[in-house]
């Protein structure tokens, strides 16, 4: 079945870097986009940038756009999210979800990866 | 950015009686392939996201048929015909029309 498994999470301070992952099984990982949304402790949802399934095209939030960059390894079915500059509101449960183009949405959710910006 | 607004934030409901949440786009979902992108997602306490509803109105595999979708344009809803124990939990509404993808701000469903 569509599996999409989030690593990397951790407690990093201001300024820090942290890299995130996502592996995917049970579907063909390079005919789909895939994205991270993240969600910050008690709050609602916020979508944080997209890949292509051939990776050629990318877009992000506007809130992350300079700090972040996602990437993706068809090869090896995983989707990365490198974080940098780390601020203390980028506090959150990270998200990796499949995009379905035909059905315009996020069709299959990860469990989450936490992450904490504190000093 | 197509900012999305849900109400009620929080809906109490007896078992068995009808729920229903609306949600409003700041803009036009209407894509320019003609689709409109529409979709709802619940999350249970504790559990990421699921997909309930896709494109308005279309249930997503293994969604019961007490969950329906409706609407246009800008203004949508969720309807759950008879609310059941499982269905404690926060939805929300999503655009997928445009970059930024956006959500709503979630509206609380608690049994009463």
């Known amino acids: 079945q569509v599996q999409v498994v989030e690593s990397g999470g951790g407690v990093v301070q201001p300024g820090g870097s942290l890299r995130l992952s996502c592996a995917a099984s049970g579907f063909i990982f390079s005919s789909y986009g895939m994205h991270w949304v993240r969600q910050a402790p008690g709050k609602g949802l916020e979508w944080v940038a997209v890949i292509w399934p051939d990776g050629g095209t990318i877009y992000y939030a506007g809130s992350v756009e300079g700090r972040f960059t996602i990437s993706r390894d068809n090869s090896k079915n995983t989707l990365q999210l490198q974080m940098n500059s780390l601020r203390a509101e980028d506090t959150a449960m990270y998200y990796c979800?499949?995009?379905?183009?035909?059905?315009?949405?996020?069709?299959?959710w990860g469990q989450g990866t936490q992450v904490t910006v504190s000093s | 950015d197509i900012v999305m607004t849900q109400t009620p934030l929080s809906s109490p409901v007896t078992l068995g009686q009808p729920a229903s949440i609306s949600c409003r786009s700041s803009?036009?979902?209407?894509?320019?392939?003609?689709?409109?992108?529409l979709s709802w997602l619940q999350q249970r306490p504790g559990q990421p996201p699921r997909l309930l509803i896709y494109?308005?109105?279309n249930r997503f595999s293994g969604v019961p048929d007490r969950f329906s979708g409706s609407g246009a344009g800008t203004d949508f809803t969720l309807t759950i015909s008879r609310v059941e124990a499982e269905d404690v939990g926060v939805y929300y509404c999503?655009?997928?029309?445009?970059?930024?993808?956006?959500f709503g701000q979630g509206t609380k469903l608690e049994i009463k």
């Open positions: 999503m655009q997928a029309t445009q970059f930024p993808h956006t």
């Open positions: 494109k308005i109105s």
């Open positions: 979800a499949r995009g379905e183009h035909n059905r315009g949405t996020f069709d299959s």
């Open positions: 803009q036009s979902l209407v894509h320019s392939d003609g689709n409109t992108y």
